[in-house]
């Protein structure tokens, strides 16, 4: 079993629509949990990180975190084209610098 | 400026040649990460740099060679590779203490032949 799953898809969306991204995970040791975005041919970009359990918002994107369920999310709210992208969720413990990242969905927003 | 710069952006090298990738930053942040992602792929963790030591080798094969020459510089020396390392490779810095935030550069594209 691979630390962290994520459906690689595609997704298709329409535009305007509400996504959902999501990601489990197995190694309950893991604190810090994020999301990338990957546009093609380019390096990851840092969207948000949350710590442990809970919600973080910013502006049309909210995380989600269950501990309890080893399950995060990730919601794009009024999706755009421009958020046409591979998004991928990464994971860490507290200490050291290695950062485990998920396969990456995705995501295509149709005007 | 969260800006990390990669150069060259795209690289073709035969199996006996000797080239070099660089990595450039200036955030004063004091770890500096090499991936490699092959396409549709999560990046893999390669080397990590803290305060210019080598903190992890993923085992990495001999023929990729990294070096920390300042705080701000990372290179990623490489010969006589394999075809199969054809790929992006990622140079990555985020402050010692936030491991968790990481900032990309956009990456070089090696191929080769």
């Known amino acids: 079993q691979k630390e962290v799953e994520q459906d690689p898809g595609p997704l298709s969306v329409p535009e305007g629509a509400i996504v959902s991204l999501n990601c489990t995970y197995s190694?309950?040791?893991?604190?810090?949990f994020m999301w990338y975005r990957q546009y093609s041919r380019k390096g990851p970009e840092l969207l948000m990180y949350?710590?442990?359990?809970g919600n973080k918002e910013d502006g049309r994107f909210t995380a989600q975190v269950d501990k309890s369920s080893k399950y995060i999310s990730l919601f794009i709210r009024d999706s755009q084209p421009s958020d046409s992208a591979t998004y991928l969720c990464a994971m860490r413990g507290t200490g050291g610098f290695k950062t485990i990242f998920g396969a990456g969905t995705r995501l295509f927003v149709k005007a | 400026d969260t800006e990390v710069t990669q150069t060259p952006k795209h690289l073709v090298m035969g199996m006996t040649n000797k080239k070099s990738l660089k990595c450039e930053q200036h955030?004063?942040?004091?770890?500096m990460y090499w991936y490699k992602q092959k396409a549709k792929k999560p990046p893999e963790l390669m080397f990590v740099?803290?305060?210019?030591?080598?903190?992890i080798n993923e085992s990495v094969p001999s023929r990729f060679s990294p070096e920390c020459p300042n705080s701000s510089l990372l290179n990623l020396h490489l010969h006589a590779l394999q075809p199969e390392d054809s790929a992006l490779y990622l140079c990555?810095?985020?402050?010692?203490?936030?491991?968790?935030?990481?900032?990309f550069g956009p990456g070089t594209r090696l191929t080769v032949t």
């Open positions: 740099y803290s305060y210019e030591k080598l903190s």
């Open positions: 949350t710590y442990s359990s």
């Open positions: 990555a810095s985020s402050q010692g203490y936030r491991a968790y935030e990481q900032y």
């Open positions: 190694n309950s040791a893991f604190q810090y």
């Open positions: 955030m004063g942040h004091r770890a």
